[in-house]
């Protein structure tokens, strides 16, 4: 059974950073052809991608944070990671992280506010 976890978020002054990680459960990820993704939503709008790592390892970012965010792997660990930095009050919201290994796997998000 596939579970995802993620943790990191919290509160975070405008300029700060914060790295989110999604811990995942019943996946390899050197075994298994899988996608990794980071997605967020704010209230009222609909859930974005930020960054998203292909089975290939090459990755994608959206455009509203491309120079500010890395997303990374741990293939031992089975484990993905976000660093944000320079955050703003917009990045305010609630993270997922998603995995893509023949069907879509959700973890249950963490809410991340910027705010002084």
């Known amino acids: 059974q596939v579970q995802l976890v993620e943790s990191g978020g919290g509160l975070v002054q405008p300029g700060g950073s914060l790295r989110l990680s999604c811990e995942t459960s019943g996946i390899n990820f050197r075994r298994d052809n899988v996608a990794l993704a980071w997605y967020r939503q704010a209230p009222g709008k609909p859930r974005e991608l930020i960054a998203f790592?292909?089975?290939?390892?090459?990755?994608n970012y959206g455009d509203s944070v491309r120079s500010r965010v890395t997303i990374s792997r741990d293939n031992v660990k089975n484990t993905f990671y976000l660093q944000m930095n320079s955050l703003n009050p917009e990045d305010t919201a609630v993270y997922y992280c998603?995995?893509?290994?023949?069907?879509?796997?959700w973890g249950p998000g963490t809410q991340v506010t910027v705010s002084s």
């Open positions: 790592i292909n089975s290939d390892g090459s990755k």
């Open positions: 998603y995995v893509r290994r023949l069907r879509d796997y």
